[in-house]
């Protein structure tokens, strides 16, 4: 802890720091800089759970996922001194993060699927078979509307359907899956994820659309399987 | 006016406040009068919200500790 930068932590910046709310970018790579451990821990503590999950769709497995927060963590130390904050820290971070997952990637041979290969652009989400044809009075309309969900009571449903969300999630084609990840599960805004992957505000905007269409799609198969 | 395979395409669009307004109005208007797409629009929020509910997955000790002895040999 360095006295300079006003020395141990008040109770107030330890409940801040307790609900994820860190101070201004500036104030953290200060005390980065300057070698405050608590800062790197609270760092490390609020965003290493994101950075697994982003890490994971790049990487084969849960410990090399944590290979690669670990990695970069450690790239984040060598890097500071050179951050210029042009983006914001966590922006930084996290493109680092994905360098490093994708060199991981391609050295664990997981095959992430080639851009134009994957369902990630064009066609519907929904099946055209769920709507009437062109020769219908209401073309285009609803064949039969979708099945109302049953809601989720007890416990042992609650895992069911958490476990139905993940599976979706993990047979996502790459983009898509990366994007509903940080938005959707971590909550990230859009800007940021656009900043993190350099990608566009509308095509992350499709990546999303069709990622929770197709998680909505699995959710629905779940429940009618329940209903019957 | 908007058909329920146009109006599924424009949800999350919709739910990022990202429609133009009169493509914002046709779809407002849609809304109002199709329960099919109503329910279509709840279940993509149930999604999205469903997502943001998944149990974290955190680092393990054992990292966190060699991040943080890493930390004060970078320190020192």
Same mark, same amino acid.
Request: hydrophobic share 40%; charged share 30%; aromatic share 8%.
């Given at each position: 802890m360095c006295p300079a930068l006003g020395g141990e932590m008040s109770a107030v910046d330890r409940d801040a720091w307790a609900g994820r709310i860190l101070p201004p970018d500036d &104030?953290? &790579?200060? +005390?980065?800089?300057?070698?405050?451990?608590?800062?790197?821990?609270a760092l490390v503590d609020s965003w290493s759970r994101g950075m697994l999950r982003a890490a994971r769709t790049y990487v084969a497995s849960p410990e090399s996922a944590e290979d690669v927060?670990?990695?970069?963590?450690? $790239? &984040?130390?060598?890097?500071i001194g050179r951050f210029e904050g042009?983006? *914001?820290?966590?922006?930084? &971070?996290?493109?680092?993060?994905?360098? !490093?997952?994708?060199?991981?990637?391609?050295?664990? *041979? +997981?095959?992430i699927p080639v851009e134009g290969l994957t369902s990630d652009d064009g066609g519907p989400t929904v099946d055209p078979a769920r709507f009437r044809g062109p020769d219908d009075p209401y073309p285009g309309h609803w064949k039969e509307f979708p099945q109302v969900w049953p809601s989720v009571e007890t416990e042992f449903e609650r895992r069911d359907v958490r476990s139905h969300i993940e599976a979706a999630v993990s047979g996502l084609p790459h983009r898509q899956r990366v994007v509903i990840t940080?938005?959707? %599960?971590?909550?990230? *805004?859009?800007?940021?994820?656009?900043? %993190?992957?350099? !990608? *566009? $505000?509308?095509?992350q905007r499709v990546l999303l659309h069709r990622a929770r269409a197709a998680v909505r799609g699995r959710l629905e198969e779940y429940f009618s399987a329940q209903l019957r | 006016m908007l058909n329920c395979d146009e109006f599924v395409?424009?949800?999350?669009?919709?739910?990022?406040?990202? @429609? #133009?307004?009169?493509?914002?109005r046709r779809f407002v208007a849609h809304l109002a009068e199709c329960d099919?797409?109503?329910?279509?629009?709840?279940?993509?929020? =149930?999604?999205? #919200? =469903? @997502?943001?509910?998944?149990? =974290?997955?955190?680092?393990g000790s054992e990292a966190r500790d060699r991040l943080l002895t890493a930390f004060r040999e970078w320190r020192s």
């Amino acid at each position: 802890m360095c006295p300079a930068l006003g020395g141990e932590m008040s109770a107030v910046d330890r409940d801040a720091w307790a609900g994820r709310i860190l101070p201004p970018d500036d &104030v953290v &790579v200060g +005390r980065l800089r300057h070698g405050d451990e608590a800062t790197f821990a609270a760092l490390v503590d609020s965003w290493s759970r994101g950075m697994l999950r982003a890490a994971r769709t790049y990487v084969a497995s849960p410990e090399s996922a944590e290979d690669v927060v670990q990695d970069t963590w450690l $790239a &984040v130390l060598r890097g500071i001194g050179r951050f210029e904050g042009r983006s *914001s820290l966590r922006t930084w &971070v996290y493109r680092i993060l994905v360098n !490093i997952a994708k060199t991981r990637g391609v050295k664990d *041979s +997981r095959t992430i699927p080639v851009e134009g290969l994957t369902s990630d652009d064009g066609g519907p989400t929904v099946d055209p078979a769920r709507f009437r044809g062109p020769d219908d009075p209401y073309p285009g309309h609803w064949k039969e509307f979708p099945q109302v969900w049953p809601s989720v009571e007890t416990e042992f449903e609650r895992r069911d359907v958490r476990s139905h969300i993940e599976a979706a999630v993990s047979g996502l084609p790459h983009r898509q899956r990366v994007v509903i990840t940080l938005r959707d %599960i971590e909550g990230y *805004s859009s800007e940021e994820v656009c900043g %993190i992957l350099e !990608i *566009s $505000a509308v095509n992350q905007r499709v990546l999303l659309h069709r990622a929770r269409a197709a998680v909505r799609g699995r959710l629905e198969e779940y429940f009618s399987a329940q209903l019957r | 006016m908007l058909n329920c395979d146009e109006f599924v395409e424009l949800v999350t669009e919709y739910l990022e406040g990202g @429609l #133009d307004p009169d493509t914002e109005r046709r779809f407002v208007a849609h809304l109002a009068e199709c329960d099919g797409c109503d329910r279509y629009l709840n279940q993509m929020r =149930a999604t999205r #919200d =469903a @997502l943001g509910e998944l149990p =974290a997955e955190s680092l393990g000790s054992e990292a966190r500790d060699r991040l943080l002895t890493a930390f004060r040999e970078w320190r020192s």
